[in-house]
């Protein structure tokens, strides 16, 4: 078996990334960009999986619709509606990227989103893999990642990179997706501490949709037929036109909308229509606001954050919010946000904990005051007891800092920690073989 690769799989939101241990990136990522349909032919008859978002998963054998899609047909009620699924996507995984001839030979690794997986999900898996596919062992991991970045940060040599000096006691991990972001606390030698997790619907599709429905408030003449496209292409122009920082930047873009091209393609229509607008960005930071930065209210990425820390020991406060690595396809997507989304970030940390700001930010709060925006003395004191953690002071440690996992590319940094986990001499006590016991006994034995 030593001689053998691991193959490392993980399941996104929506990204499927697929590679070999100790490699330092991908072979290849599914994404719904590919049209999310994998076509296979098992020897009995060509189906296909869809993977649309989180623990949603379409089979063209069946209109069972697994996981908490509000358009969902029903809702699959057994392991037997996850196999459906899950052996043509595992098949086409095997046969098609990896080619791989003898999969008794290898073992896998899962990186799974939730920290507790559905039952029916985890025995479907063990039954495919194992039983189906035939592969050695498993090792199935769950909390998004969060159990496989510990491998990366411990096992980055530190005196070549320079974004961690000494290896510290704890960092708060924030993994922005596409349809949520959780965070968690972790602790080396004990993974992540699972009484900090906290995931919410902060993603950036969750983003860009809060962006889209700003507009349509705002009574915008484009929003008729707007798309989520419309709101990621106003999003990616204001972030790329010059002077974007949010407390001077110019009040309208011009941006070409994907819709009122569309609607423009008539030759016609082309001399009166034009797809370059004038765009107001007030909607646009507001969303930002909102869904990243304000924390009064509990789905916001920075409530999160801090909920998080106050769910951990004391002693682990202060150097967790000294070491926030941010995670993610979305924390790439908005990384020149404003004046950047980790500097975006810390201020808003630091206003939540009662930490005086600089003159423009205390002129800004104000702002809000005098528009009816004053936050509650409920809110305002949420958050005050972890003050002196946040704030720095001369000769005394504190403050807060913010950091990608640079020189790893923050999208695929939970893939690289696994592909270090996998890589490693895992004790074979953590590996789920098909000579264990039964799969429906196997359920207890997954949680990392």
């Known amino acids: 078996m030593s001689t053998h690769q691991t193959i490392v799989v993980e399941l996104g939101c929506s990204r499927i990334k697929v590679g070999f241990a100790g490699e330092p990136k991908p072979r290849r990522v599914l994404s719904s960009g590919d049209g999310g349909a994998l076509g296979i032919d098992d020897g009995m008859c060509t189906s296909s999986c869809t993977w649309n978002h989180f623990y949603s998963y379409l089979s063209s054998s069946s209109d069972a619709v697994i996981g908490g899609d509000n358009n969902a047909h029903s809702i699959a009620t057994s392991s037997y509606d996850w196999e459906k699924t899950l052996y043509p996507l595992f098949s086409y995984i095997l046969t098609s990227i990896l080619f791989i001839q003898r999969p008794s030979r290898h073992r896998i690794l899962v990186l799974m989103n939730d920290i507790f997986p559905p039952r029916h999900l985890r025995e479907a898996l063990l ?28 096992g980055m040599n530190l005196s070549s990179y320079p974004l961690i000096t000494q290896q510290p006691k704890a960092s708060l991990v924030v993994d922005i997706g596409t349809n949520e972001a959780r965070v968690a606390v972790l602790v080396p030698g004990s993974l992540f501490l699972v009484e900090t997790y906290q995931a919410i619907p902060a993603g950036y599709l969750a983003f860009l949709r809060k962006v889209l429905a700003l507009y349509q408030e705002a009574n915008e003449n484009w929003t008729t037929n707007a798309t989520v496209e419309d709101a990621n292409v106003i999003v990616q122009a204001w972030m790329s036109a010059p002077n974007t920082d949010i407390s001077t930047a110019a009040t309208t873009i011009s941006v070409e909308l994907p819709t009122l091209m569309k609607q423009s393609n008539d030759p016609s229509e082309a001399s009166t229509v034009s797809s370059t607008i004038q765009v107001s960005v007030e909607p646009l930071l507001e969303a930002f606001h909102q869904v990243y930065l304000d924390y009064t209210q509990s789905t916001s990425l920075v409530y999160a954050i801090l909920n998080s820390v106050l769910a951990s020991p004391i002693d682990f406060r ?4 000294q070491n926030i690595i941010l995670l993610g396809g979305g924390s790439v997507a908005l990384r020149s946000f404003g004046k950047g989304l980790k500097m975006e970030v810390e201020t808003a940390i630091k206003s939540a904990c009662g930490v005086s700001l600089g003159d423009d930010t205390l002129a800004m709060e104000e702002e809000k005051k005098d528009d009816g925006m004053e936050v509650s003395s409920i809110a305002q004191g949420r958050f005050q007891s972890l003050k002196a953690a946040v704030e720095r002071s001369d000769g005394q440690e504190g403050g807060v800092q913010v950091k990608y996992p640079d020189p790893f590319a923050a999208d695929v940094a939970h893939w690289i920690g696994a592909s270090v986990m996998g890589k490693l001499r895992l004790s074979n006590e953590d590996w789920i073989s098909a000579s264990s016991s039964a799969v429906s006994a196997r359920g207890e034995r997954l949680r990392r």
């Open 127 to 154: 039954r495919v893999l194992l039983d189906y596919l035939n592969l050695g062992s498993v090792l199935l991991v769950n909390g998004g990642g969060f159990g496989s970045v510990q491998y990366l940060l411990e």
């Open 318 to 321: 202060k150097v967790a919010l």
